[in-house]
Protein backbone atom coordinates (compact mmCIF):
# COMPACT_ATOMS: atom_id res chain seq x y z
CA UNK A 1 0.00 0.00 0.00
CA UNK A 2 1.44 3.42 -0.66
CA UNK A 3 1.09 5.15 2.27
CA UNK A 4 1.85 9.30 1.07
CA UNK A 5 3.49 10.35 4.45
CA UNK A 6 6.34 7.78 4.05
CA UNK A 7 9.85 7.96 4.38
CA UNK A 8 11.05 7.05 0.82
CA UNK A 9 14.93 8.11 0.85
CA UNK A 10 16.07 8.98 -2.64
CA UNK A 11 19.84 8.30 -2.80
CA UNK A 12 21.28 11.91 -4.07
CA UNK A 13 25.59 12.14 -4.57
CA UNK A 14 27.79 12.30 -7.05
CA UNK A 15 28.86 9.71 -9.48
CA UNK A 16 32.68 9.05 -9.76
CA UNK A 17 32.66 10.45 -13.49
CA UNK A 18 31.60 13.68 -12.06
CA UNK A 19 33.89 13.89 -9.15
CA UNK A 20 36.58 12.83 -11.70
CA UNK A 21 35.63 15.73 -14.32
CA UNK A 22 36.27 18.61 -11.21
CA UNK A 23 39.44 17.32 -10.27
CA UNK A 24 40.37 17.30 -13.55
CA UNK A 25 39.37 21.17 -13.92
CA UNK A 26 40.84 21.61 -10.50
CA UNK A 27 44.38 20.31 -11.83
CA UNK A 28 44.19 22.06 -14.87
CA UNK A 29 43.46 25.41 -12.86
CA UNK A 30 46.40 24.98 -10.80
CA UNK A 31 48.67 23.98 -13.40
CA UNK A 32 47.67 27.38 -15.20
CA UNK A 33 47.72 29.28 -12.24
CA UNK A 34 50.88 28.25 -10.03
CA UNK A 35 53.23 29.17 -12.19
CA UNK A 36 52.60 32.37 -12.89
CA UNK A 37 51.78 32.72 -9.12
CA UNK A 38 55.36 31.77 -8.03
CA UNK A 39 56.75 33.32 -10.65
CA UNK A 40 55.33 36.97 -9.55
CA UNK A 41 56.72 35.51 -6.11
CA UNK A 42 60.63 35.67 -7.73
CA UNK A 43 59.92 38.95 -8.82
CA UNK A 44 58.49 40.70 -5.83
CA UNK A 45 62.61 39.24 -4.10
CA UNK A 46 64.19 40.84 -6.74
CA UNK A 47 62.34 44.18 -6.72
CA UNK A 48 62.14 43.87 -2.72
CA UNK A 49 66.68 43.16 -3.05
CA UNK A 50 66.46 46.66 -5.23
CA UNK A 51 64.71 48.44 -3.29
CA UNK A 52 67.06 47.42 0.13
CA UNK A 53 69.92 48.46 -2.13
CA UNK A 54 68.42 52.17 -2.63
CA UNK A 55 67.88 52.48 1.00
CA UNK A 56 71.12 51.30 2.47
CA UNK A 57 72.72 53.25 -0.96
CA UNK A 58 70.83 56.41 0.81
CA UNK A 59 72.22 55.34 4.67
CA UNK A 60 75.69 55.11 3.05
CA UNK A 61 75.64 58.69 1.27
CA UNK A 62 74.23 60.30 4.44
CA UNK A 63 77.49 58.37 6.51
CA UNK A 64 80.02 59.97 3.70
CA UNK A 65 78.40 63.03 4.55
CA UNK A 66 78.72 63.17 7.87
CA UNK A 67 82.29 61.42 7.99
CA UNK A 68 83.93 62.55 5.17
CA UNK A 69 84.19 59.50 3.41
CA UNK A 70 82.47 55.94 2.88
CA UNK A 71 82.81 52.86 5.36
CA UNK A 72 85.71 51.01 4.30
CA UNK A 73 85.35 46.83 3.25
CA UNK A 74 86.42 45.84 6.87
CA UNK A 75 84.07 48.01 8.29
CA UNK A 76 81.28 47.17 6.32
CA UNK A 77 77.46 47.99 6.30
CA UNK A 78 77.25 47.43 10.44
CA UNK A 79 79.36 50.92 10.38
CA UNK A 80 75.77 52.23 9.73
CA UNK A 81 74.61 51.09 12.84
CA UNK A 82 77.10 51.08 15.11
CA UNK A 83 80.34 53.82 15.25
CA UNK A 84 83.69 51.90 13.75
CA UNK A 85 86.77 52.48 16.00
CA UNK A 86 88.05 55.87 15.51
CA UNK A 87 85.06 57.43 13.76
CA UNK A 88 84.65 61.03 16.06
CA UNK A 89 82.13 62.65 12.94
CA UNK A 90 80.06 59.87 13.21
CA UNK A 91 76.27 60.64 13.83
CA UNK A 92 74.33 57.40 13.26
CA UNK A 93 72.97 55.09 13.39
CA UNK A 94 71.88 55.38 9.57
CA UNK A 95 69.49 52.88 9.90
CA UNK A 96 66.20 52.59 11.82
CA UNK A 97 66.93 48.47 12.39
CA UNK A 98 70.03 46.44 11.71
CA UNK A 99 71.46 45.94 8.03
CA UNK A 100 68.70 43.48 6.35
CA UNK A 101 69.75 40.27 4.67
CA UNK A 102 69.11 40.32 1.26
CA UNK A 103 66.02 37.99 0.01
CA UNK A 104 67.20 35.16 0.11
CA UNK A 105 68.72 34.83 3.74
CA UNK A 106 72.35 36.12 2.51
CA UNK A 107 74.56 39.31 3.60
CA UNK A 108 74.72 42.07 1.17
CA UNK A 109 78.09 42.20 -0.52
CA UNK A 110 79.74 45.48 0.48
CA UNK A 111 83.00 46.74 -1.37
CA UNK A 112 84.70 50.32 -0.38
CA UNK A 113 86.39 51.38 -2.73
CA UNK A 114 84.11 49.52 -4.44
CA UNK A 115 85.00 48.43 -8.37
CA UNK A 116 82.64 50.15 -10.35
CA UNK A 117 82.23 53.02 -8.03
CA UNK A 118 82.87 54.91 -5.09
CA UNK A 119 81.02 51.71 -3.50
CA UNK A 120 79.87 48.64 -4.47
CA UNK A 121 76.85 46.72 -2.84
CA UNK A 122 74.84 43.70 -4.14
CA UNK A 123 73.30 40.54 -3.62
CA UNK A 124 74.10 37.67 -5.62
CA UNK A 125 70.78 36.62 -6.00
CA UNK A 126 68.66 33.28 -5.39
CA UNK A 127 71.42 30.83 -6.53
CA UNK A 128 73.77 32.96 -4.25
CA UNK A 129 76.08 32.86 -7.40
CA UNK A 130 77.94 35.45 -9.59
CA UNK A 131 76.32 36.37 -12.67
CA UNK A 132 72.39 34.38 -13.69
CA UNK A 133 69.22 35.32 -14.87
CA UNK A 134 65.71 35.83 -14.51
CA UNK A 135 65.50 34.74 -10.27
CA UNK A 136 69.43 33.96 -10.12
CA UNK A 137 70.53 37.63 -11.70
CA UNK A 138 72.84 39.60 -9.45
CA UNK A 139 71.13 42.95 -8.13
CA UNK A 140 73.98 45.37 -7.91
CA UNK A 141 73.83 49.59 -7.19
CA UNK A 142 75.65 50.44 -10.03
Request: charged content about 20%.
Amino acid sequence: MNNPYSTHRVQAGFTLLELLVVLVILGLLVGYVAPKYFAQLGKSEVKTARAQIASLEKALDQYRLDVGHYPTTEQGLPALNSAPAGESKWAGPYLQKSVPNDPWGRPYQFKSPGEHGDVDLYSLGKDGQPGGSDDNVDIVNW
